[in-house]
């Protein structure tokens, strides 16, 4: 295998398609899709709009704080290619990005000193684990896919650069950066690790000027897409800036997120019963505390050369964490796609642990043993993941495993019983509302849910109390009073719906003015 790089490299790309491929068949999952691509089909079809993904955010509703428009680029050439709004081209592109993806962790493995057998076989297993196939299987991750690609490409193109000096390489290196920046803005972090790659990996070339030379081109570079997302999102994030009812970015979100960090290495090192709505978990948390206690333990008593090359695969994966950790939904405590790019830091850190050049450099297991326990491990991860991505099949499916998985999740339980709603199955809609509810006493959107079912199951009681809940929280609500002197009317209670109504009506309502006018007139 040593002498066959291209072999390695078409493996590497044929693998994730045939994982993967069966997601053409599939639909959308109405978790955040709909309102991505769905809700959005008219701008999106329009490619003469392309310059406008530069001017709104990553839903086009101009209100969220996601600014990635080389992701809404990717989705409106996919309608381009497909003729319309077909979700199989969506699951094909991000299955084709996954192939690229994990050939560039294999050239980014092998570039770093690792064996090119072992990492073939390390970029497999990172294609076949079950904790990445939201990445693949899930149409909203396509940020994190192209990050990811971007990235790595910057990276390979950093190495040849320093290594070659080829101007050629240090363009192929500030595009493909100023691509990552504006594929998600977790980039804004690359720099640091520019840096930190070519001070702790000894990988200098004599040319110590270069960085100070960088760091200037990366400043200009930072500060020209701050001010372009400033302009664009309306101002900078401020401390613990809420966006609608669901959405907190800032310091505090941060410090509730600080449990992400060891959870996600747990979910990485053994990725049993994985949930697609995952919550935080005390055995997790400390059982991801004790693996980083462990590789922290490793790389500073391990008689291996090149330990700031371990350093900076840990700073890597910590860095490539923090910039999502300052968002926060009250309802999610984390999404997995997240780790995606993070999380290469890790397999960099074990490959080079294990093994190195030529030699397996660990235990004399791995010397006899090695190659086919990490084929084991594959074969093991395809199977699990070529399962699990059957999850993302269609809306029913993904929420019906969602709440069997994470039964703690109320945005799970909601959205699964607006399946039941639209479905006209009431009695399982409003119990799933009720479990949403019971996990979260002021989830305003399940409470107004389930007063809707109650509505059309002609519990006007039920429907009232409910109703009167979201009002409480939620003063502005002019359909809650218009919904709510309906269900007065229903009751024959006029006085009461005509107060609704007239209050509705104040708060800007068209639906309770002809309400007004039809029950409360004098005329």
């Known amino acids: 295998m040593k002498n066959y790089p291209y072999l390695h490299l078409f493996i590497a790309f044929i693998f994730p398609i045939i994982l993967y491929i069966q997601t053409t068949s599939y639909g959308f999952t109405n978790f955040d899709d709909n309102r991505i691509i769905t809700d959005n089909i008219a701008f999106l079809s329009d490619f003469g709009n392309y310059h406008k993904v530069f001017n709104t955010d990553a839903f086009v509703i101009g209100t969220s704080q996601f600014y990635r428009p080389i992701q809404l680029l990717s989705y409106m050439t996919d309608i381009l ?14 299955t084709i990005l996954f192939s690229f993806i994990t050939c560039l962790i294999f050239l980014f493995l092998s570039n770093s000193g690792v064996a090119s057998k072992y990492a073939l076989l390390s970029a497999l297993i990172f294609a076949a684990h079950p904790l990445f196939v939201p990445v693949a299987a899930w149409i909203p991750a396509r940020g ?19 290594s070659s000096g080829k101007i050629v390489f240090l363009g192929l290196h500030l595009i493909t950066f100023i691509f990552a920046l504006f594929s998600k803005e977790t980039a804004a972090v690359l ?28 400043a200009v570079t930072g500060l020209i897409w701050y001010l372009i997302r400033s302009v664009v999102m309306g101002g900078s994030i401020g401390i613990n800036r809420v966006h609608g009812d669901d959405e907190i970015i800032g310091f505090t979100p941060f410090l509730q997120n600080l449990q992400t960090i060891p959870e996600s290495i747990a979910r990485f090192i053994i990725p049993f019963d994985l949930d697609p709505i995952p919550s935080y978990s005390i055995f ?28 900076f695969c840990l700073l890597w994966f910590l860095l490539l964490m923090l910039p999502p950790m300052f968002f926060k939904h009250k309802l999610i405590d984390y999404l997995d796609h997240r780790f995606f790019l993070p999380l290469i ?9 294990i093994f190195k050049s030529d030699r397996v450099s660990g235990h004399k297991v791995f010397v006899k043993y090695g190659t086919w326990i990490m084929i084991a491990i594959i074969i093991s991860f395809f199977c699990v993941s070529f399962i699990k991505s059957g999850t993302y099949k269609d809306p029913l499916t993904f929420y019906t495993n969602a709440v069997k998985k994470n039964p703690r999740s109320a945005i799970a339980h909601n959205n ?29 959107n399940a409470i107004n849910n389930r007063a809707n079912a109650y509505f059309l199951q002609k519990l006007f009681d039920n429907a009232i109390h409910d109703y009167t809940a979201v009002i409480k929280m ?25 107060e609704d109504f007239t209050a509705a009506v104040g708060l800007g309502s068209s639906s309770a003015s002809k309400n007004y006018e039809r029950f409360c007139s004098p005329d």
Request: glycine share 10%; aromatic share 12%.
């Open 81 to 94: 290619i497909s003729g319309g709004n077909k979700p199989w081209i969506f699951h094909l592109t991000n």
């Open 416 to 444: 699964l019983g607006a399946l039941y709603h639209n479905s006209g199955n009431l009695d399982k809609a409003v119990r799933e509302y009720s479990l949403a509810i019971g996990l979260n006493k002021r989830y305003i």
């Open 191 to 218: 720099p640091v690790l520019y840096i930190l790659y070519f001070y702790l990996t000894g990988n200098r070339a004599n040319r110590i000027k270069k960085p100070l030379l960088l760091l200037s081109v990366y």
């Open 474 to 498: 939620d003063p502005q609500d002019a359909n809650s009073y218009n919904n709510r002197g309906v269900a007065y009317v229903r009751k024959g209670l006029i006085r009461e719906a005509c």
């Open 144 to 162: 994190d896919l192209l990050l990811a690609l971007f990235a790595l490409l910057s990276f390979l193109a950093f190495i040849k650069y320093i």
């Open 284 to 311: 997790r948390t400390l059982t991801g505390c004790a693996l980083l206690l462990i590789m922290g333990i490793l790389l500073f008593r391990s008689k291996l050369k090149g330990k700031g090359t371990g350093i």
């Open 345 to 353: 830091g890790i397999l960099l850190f074990i490959s080079l642990f």
